[in-house]
């Protein structure tokens, strides 16, 4: 089969189209899945610049996100038969395989049915950002009908469907964007106020928007000095839940004084620690998505499309940033 193969950590180029043997079921749980679309996340550039979380175990095939044709079934396997459209975010942190590929091989318990109304590529550009975002609302975060959440850069990927998720749990969205384009953007997704953070001070916006009192949740997906400046929005006694790493730097003041909450969303860690039910809850939450998505609740948007072989320019329009939803890769005949 083609593969894309991270050859060693360093810049887009990499990343290089090669023949290598197709996988084959090992366990009795495991699928054979015809990949026709795989998903380009932040986590995919961080680790060809920096390395794999496995670096004993290169090449690596990159890419959590994949969406695909069940062609062969374990012994064991009871959920899905040939023919079956999936999705799902398994591999490509530099272990197993991952999807950047025209074949992978995935344990049937952390896969869940394609929604009938998505494309393979739209379905393919979801799995990683919906559980981030259904992580760090209701996990994290215990968003509650009726609060007020503040996101960061809605216009992003994980930002865009997290305003739709908390939109559907009945809270109501303020959301930071870099121009009007995006605010129009987010708007459409159900957004009740956004911030032009280039012309405003959000801080002071999210507290005009909500009578001085601050925001019952903050989400951020920005990281840096967004995240301890985003302390003082919040109200006492709040939440904040961040997918980055905070920088050593951050000053705590300001949350300790407001008895913040601080929460960390790494949606990964169920598969770097190798747990197995963490892994199925969030084939469960792919499921529920999937329901939304075919009830004409819940939309992914596609940014840009490249062929399997232009990974590399994936990754570097990627980084270029100021994308609007996401970047899939069409690995199949889709």
């Known amino acids: ?124 550009a979801a799995p990683l950002v919906l559980i981030t975002a259904w992580e760090a609302l209701f996990e994290r975060g215990r968003l509650q009908p009726g609060q007020k959440v503040l996101i960061h850069a809605g216009a992003g990927g994980v930002g865009h469907v997290a305003i739709q998720l908390a939109k559907l749990h009945g809270a109501t969205v303020c959301t930071t964007v870099s121009s009007h384009e995006k605010a129009a953007f987010v708007h459409q997704l159900g957004a009740d106020q956004t911030i032009l953070y280039k012309e405003k001070d959000f801080v002071q916006a999210a507290l005009d928007w909500t009578g001085g009192e601050g925001v019952d949740l903050a989400f951020d997906t920005v990281g840096g000095e967004t995240f301890a400046k985003t302390f003082a929005a919040v109200r006492v006694y709040g939440d904040i839940v961040t997918i980055l790493e905070p920088d050593s730097s951050t000053n705590w003041k300001v949350a300790r004084n407001r008895n913040l909450r601080v929460s960390y969303e790494l949606m990964l860690t169920p598969m770097l620690q190798g747990l197995v039910s963490a892994q199925q809850h969030q084939a469960d939450i792919l499921d529920q998505c999937r329901q939304w998505f075919d009830e004409g609740k819940l939309k992914i948007h596609l940014n840009k499309i490249f062929p399997l072989e232009q990974a590399a320019t994936a990754h570097q329009v990627l980084e270029a940033g100021s994308t609007m939803g996401k970047i899939v890769l069409v690995t199949g005949s889709e």
């Not at 290089?16 to 090992?26: D, G």
């Not at 996100?65 to 591999?91: I, P």
């Not at 074949?103 to 590529?121: C, H, I, N, Q």
Request: overall charge negative.
């Open 1 to 124: 089969m083609k593969a894309v193969l991270m050859t060693a950590p360093g810049s887009p180029e990499v990343l290089q189209l090669q023949e290598v043997p197709t996988l084959s079921i090992e366990n009795d749980t495991e699928i054979l899945v015809r990949l026709q679309a795989a998903g380009v996340n932040p986590i995919d550039t961080k680790l060809r610049r920096r390395g794999t979380f496995y670096p004993d175990q290169m090449p690596a095939i990159l890419g959590c996100d994949g969406a695909g044709v069940v062609e062969a079934v374990g012994s064991h396997v009871q959920r899905f038969r040939v023919g079956d459209e999936v999705y799902f975010c398994q591999g490509g942190l530099g272990g197993k395989q991952g999807n950047y590929a025209q074949w992978v091989v995935v344990d049937e318990r952390f896969v869940a049915f394609k929604p009938t109304s998505l494309s393979f590529v739209a379905a393919a």
